[in-house]
Each structure stands twice: as C-alpha cells, then as structure tokens.
C-alpha cells in the first residue's frame, strides 16, 4: 500500500512544482500592463499604391522595371511608341514656321501702307494750302482726301492682318507644346520614391488611354490604421507622437506620429442611445512613420507586417520602457 502512495505522491509534487516554475515563468515574461496615459491597437503596415498608366493610346515599346524593384522619383519605369507624335509635331513644327512668315509679310504691308499714308497726307495738306490761292482745283483736293482715307483703311487692314498672323502664331505654338507634351507622357515616370508591386503590361502590347503598366508602391507615406473607442480617440490630436511594435520583430520599437483622426466614428452600433452604447463608438487613427526614417530603411519597408500601434494620450506622461525607441543597427 505504501508502495502505491509513493509514485503518486511524487506526481504531485513535480505537478506542483511545474505550476510554481510555470507562473514565475509567466510573470517574468509577461508584458507589463500598458499605463493609463496610453492606447493601443492593431493594425497592418500600409502604403499609398500608385499606378503608372498611359495618358494615351499606343504601343508599349518597353518597361524598364521588375516587380520588386526599388525606383526613385522621377525614374523612368517605361515608354509608349512615339512614332506617331513625332511625325504630328514635324508637321506642327512646319505650320509654325509658315504663319511665321504669314507675320513678316504683313509687317511689310504695313510698312508700305504706313509710307502709302503718309505720303497721301502731305499731299493732302499741300492741296488744302494751294487751293487757298487759287493754284488748284477744289477736284484735286477732294481725291487728294479720298486717297488719305484709302491709305488708312488700307493701313488698318494691313494691322488687323498682322494681328490675325500673331494669333495664328500662338495656335500653332500651342498646338506644338501639346504635342510635345504627349510626347513627354509617353516617357512613364515614378511619381515618388517606392517598390514596383506589380508590373501589369509587357513590351509590345497595345494599350488604351489609361492602359496601366505598374503599381508602385509608394515608400514615402508608410502607416498602419487603427481603431480606438470614443474616450481614447478624443485625446488623441495630429501630430501626437506613437509608436509601432511589429509582430516579425517584437524586440524593435518605431517611432512614428498620428497623421490623421476621424472626424466621426468608423462603425457604430445601430442606435447609440446610453453612454454604455457611446463608449462602443469606434475611431480610426492613422499612425505615420517618419518620411526619414523611411529612406533609411526603405529596403527593409514592408506592406502587410501586422502589429501593434501605441499612442500617446498624455503629452506629458513617459513612455515605458518596453516601449522606448529601438531601432535595427
């Protein structure tokens, strides 16, 4: 009988004890509680997609980036066949230097009608003098003031046709400038700096205005959104600072700041009645990561990482340990 009782007592001391050993385990490596002055919530780290797509319809004569890629601002990712817009702007080109001389003709017109008037006006003048004394007749003087008149009118004309050169000029650089401009858009650059998610059209295809040939993922604004009730929402204001904690890479902690708070509650119950009821509304707060920081790591960036967001509620209150800065070396 003794014999019996012995194993059995010995299974319950080891049983005990591993209840001991396994609860100072779990306090030792228990998160500590997160202080009133704080809020948390999770979230997935998110970035702004951009699609690099067509203005026009055409061919696309090659990309220049994979999917993966890191490209800078201003890179160039791909080209549309301009052929065409080549050949359109020759001939704009062409058109602008003929209404060109269309203006340096009708400059000269108006050279000659000004000297056509003024002659016409000395020879009026001179019949208003020798009529007076009976040296000619009141006939000549009569077409000398016919001819005046003519030479304004004439002159006037001659006026107008410049300005109508001038006018012709300016459609036809416009008309140059937008060729020239879709001959730029056919030239697909990278807004911002970021990573080519997807690569959507290959070199040859023909595509419709519009037609996308990446998705980039823009680096630059990097965020994770998250979700507080009422109470905590209410003091939280832009510019606060927080805090990022990544479920890959529990031991760093990102310091990022609050961009965005929602003006009005995300969901609600359907009648929100009761201060019970109120405390349920839920906010949205977007939590930035430094632009800075970002071009230091941005090979390391990554979309979809889930983790932790913390803000601050009180300005003045410390950040705990556990969530001081730390950042990879």
């Not at 602008?96 to 009708?106: H, I, M």
């Not at 000619?136 to 003087?141: A, C, L, W, Y």
């Not at 650059?189 to 290959?202: D, I, Q, S």
């Not at 009645?273 to 930035?288: A, D, H, P, S």
């Amino acid at each position: 009988m003794a014999n019996n009782r012995t194993p059995t007592i010995a299974i319950g001391i080891i049983l005990i004890v591993g209840i001991v050993v396994g609860g100072y385990l779990w306090q030792q490596f228990q998160q500590p509680g997160l202080p009133e002055s704080f809020a948390s919530g999770n979230g997935q780290i998110e970035a702004t997609e951009v699609d690099i797509a067509t203005k026009l319809p055409g061919r696309l004569v090659e990309v220049l980036a994979r999917e993966g890629d890191l490209v800078g601002p201003g890179q160039i990712l791909a080209r549309m066949d301009s052929e065409q817009q080549e050949a359109y702007l020759r001939e704009a080109e062409a058109q602008l230097r003929q209404t060109r001389e269309s203006k340096n003709r009708a400059l000269a017109i108006v050279t000659q009608r000004e000297s056509e008037l003024a002659f016409a006006e000395k020879e009026y003048q001179r019949s208003q003098v020798l009529v007076k004394d009976a040296l000619i007749s009141r006939e000549k003087v009569d077409q000398d003031r016919s001819t005046k008149q003519t030479a304004e009118a004439a002159l006037q004309a001659a006026q107008v046709g410049v300005r109508e050169a001038e006018a012709a000029i300016e459609a036809a650089v416009a008309g140059t400038e937008r060729i020239k401009t879709d001959i730029g858009d056919g030239t697909l650059k990278a807004p911002a700096g970021g990573r080519v998610l997807y690569r959507l059209a290959e070199p040859g295809e023909v595509l419709a205005g519009g037609g996308k040939v990446l998705t980039v993922l823009e680096l630059t604004e990097v965020y994770m959104s998250i979700f507080l009730p009422a109470g905590q929402a209410g003091r939280v204001t832009v510019g606060d600072e927080a805090r990022i904690v990544l479920d890959v890479r529990p031991d760093l902690v990102i310091p990022a700041k609050i961009s965005f708070v929602a003006p009005r509650a995300q969901f609600t119950p359907k009648e929100v009645e009761t201060r019970t009821e109120r405390e349920k509304l839920m906010f949205r707060i977007k939590v930035q990561i430094d632009p800075a920081l970002l071009k230091r790591y941005v090979e390391k960036v990554k979309t979809g990482v889930r983790g932790v967001a913390y803000v601050r509620l009180d300005p003045d209150a410390e950040w705990p340990e556990n969530l001081q800065v730390r950042l990879p070396q």
